[in-house]
Structures are given as structure tokens and as C-alpha cells.
């Protein structure tokens, strides 16, 4: 079956635009997580959801990220007014119950460049 | 908080020869432990994990990893490397006790393989 999804593979955008990174989970999965990874670093906590809900969203840097969820299975994380230093992979992960390590399953991610 | 460290940023090893990465954590039990993969182009793949008994695990792909309490580590090693386990390997700890999957990286080893 279909992996993790994440679209754009590649998204260039200007300082001050606005983003929208989506997610496409295993179907049924109903935990999934974002994490970003900088360049050179490993992959950072952003935001957990279970089903519709954010269950934590204590790795959101600052008020400009967002992530949804609405229908408890794509999930799209914005991020308003972008900086330069937004600059970053971003990763896409889920798992079919929430504490499923055995199983918790990662998109390729999407590279973020803010000029 | 719990923290992760894999003191190598890039080995080099020939093809045949024995590889041992290094991961060390800071937490205050014992957390779970996992090693992963990532290939250019290619989500996070889970080598192994660790939850608790056997401190020797065995894991895809020809892998093991070794917990020491004594030493807080939990490095990874194979005793024959091919061409093909050229990528970044990532270290991370999950925390025992909660709801969810969440994980805490290391900054990752990135493994050349020379033929």
C-alpha cells in the first residue's frame, strides 16, 4: 500500500509569503506528527495530532506555524509571513494508534527555501 | 529534557570493514531507543529499538545496537558494511510513560562507504 505523502516535494517561496505543506498519511493512521529537520541537524518536534486534535503542538516555534487536521487524516501545516530561517526540511510522520513506535511511519518530507 | 548526541558527523568506512556509530543520551531513566536511516530522497526507516530486556538488539538490514546503562550510550554497529548502507543514521530516545510517539533525535552520522 501507499506510504506517507507529502506534497510539495520542493516549495521556493520569498520572505514575508505565506506556505501550505501537506501531509497524506498511511489511510487509517490516526496519529501523525511533523517534525522539521535544518540542515545538518536531526529532525525536530513540531506538532502532534490524534485524530482532529493537536495533541501537542509544544515544538511550534512561534505563532506564524499552524498545522490542521480537519477530517482526521490529511494534515497541512501553514506558516505564515516566512523568514529565512523557516528554511528547512519538513517531515510528515504516523502510526495507526498513537503510541506505536513499532510502527511509525515517515513521509520524504518537504524541502522549505524562503529567499 | 531529554537529549541526544551522536559525537560523529561523518564516518568513512570501506566496504567489508566493521562500522560502530556512536550515540550517547541524557535522560533521567531509562528511555526508549531507536536508530534510524535516512536515504537522499527516502523518508526515516526504523533499524531497531529498544524498550527494555536484552540489551543487545538485533535489527534490519544486518544491524545490531547495544544499550549500556553505565555509560548512557546505545551505539549502533555491523560487522560488514556494504555500498548500499551509505546514508544518515539517526539516533533517537521516546519517552516511557506517555500517550504518544514522540522523538527526540540526534544531530545524525552521515556514513560514506568507499568501494
Known amino acids: 500500500g501507499a506510504g506517507v505523502s507529502q506534497t510539495p516535494s520542493n516549495k521556493v517561496t520569498e520572505k514575508g509569503k505565506y506556505v501550505e505543506l501537506r501531509c497524506d498519511p498511511i489511510?487509517?493512521?490516526?496519529?501523525l506528527y511533523w517534525y522539521r529537520q535544518s540542515l545538518g541537524q536531526g529532525p525536530e518536534f513540531l506538532i502532534y495530532?490524534?485524530?482532529?486534535?493537536?495533541?501537542?503542538d509544544s515544538g511550534l516555534p512561534n505563532d506564524r506555524f499552524f498545522a490542521v487536521r480537519p477530517e482526521g487524516s490529511v494534515s497541512t501545516l501553514k506558516i505564515q509571513r516566512t523568514e529565512r530561517g523557516d528554511s528547512a526540511v519538513y517531515l510528515c510522520?504516523?502510526?495507526?494508534?498513537?503510541?506505536?513506535?513499532?510502527?511509525?511511519?515517515f513521509g520524504p518530507g518537504t524541502r522549505l527555501t524562503v529567499l | 529534557a531529554q537529549s541526544v548526541t551522536q559525537p560523529d558527523i561523518h564516518i568513512t568506512v570501506s566496504e567489508g570493514a566493521s562500522l560502530e556509530l556512536r550515540c550517547n543520551y541524557s535522560?533521567?531513566?531509562?528511555?526508549?531507543l531507536f536508530w534510524y536511516v535516512q536515504s537522499p530522497g527516502q523518508g526515516l526507516q526504523l533499524l531497531l529499538k529498544?524498550?527494555?530486556?536484552?540489551?543487545l538488539v538485533q535489527g534490519i538490514k544486518g544491524f545490531e545496537a547495544e544499550f549500556k546503562r553505565s555509560q548512557s550510550s546505545f551505539n549502533l554497529r555491523k560487522p560488514s558494511v556494504h555500498w548500499s548502507d551509505a546514508a544518515e543514521y539517526f539516533c533517537?530516545?521516546?519517552?516511557?510513560?506517555?500517550?504518544?510517539?514522540?522523538?527526540?533525535f540526534g544531530q545524525g552520522t552521515i556514513l560514506t562507504v568507499h568501494p
Open positions: 510522520a504516523s502510526s495507526l494508534v498513537p503510541l506505536d513506535y513499532n510502527e511509525q511511519f
Open positions: 489511510s487509517g493512521h490516526t496519529a
Open positions: 495530532f490524534q485524530g482532529t486534535g493537536a495533541a501537542d
Open positions: 535522560y533521567g531513566a531509562t528511555p526508549y
Open positions: 529498544y524498550f527494555s530486556g536484552d540489551t
Open positions: 533517537a530516545v521516546g519517552t516511557p510513560g506517555t500517550s504518544y510517539g514522540k522523538l527526540t
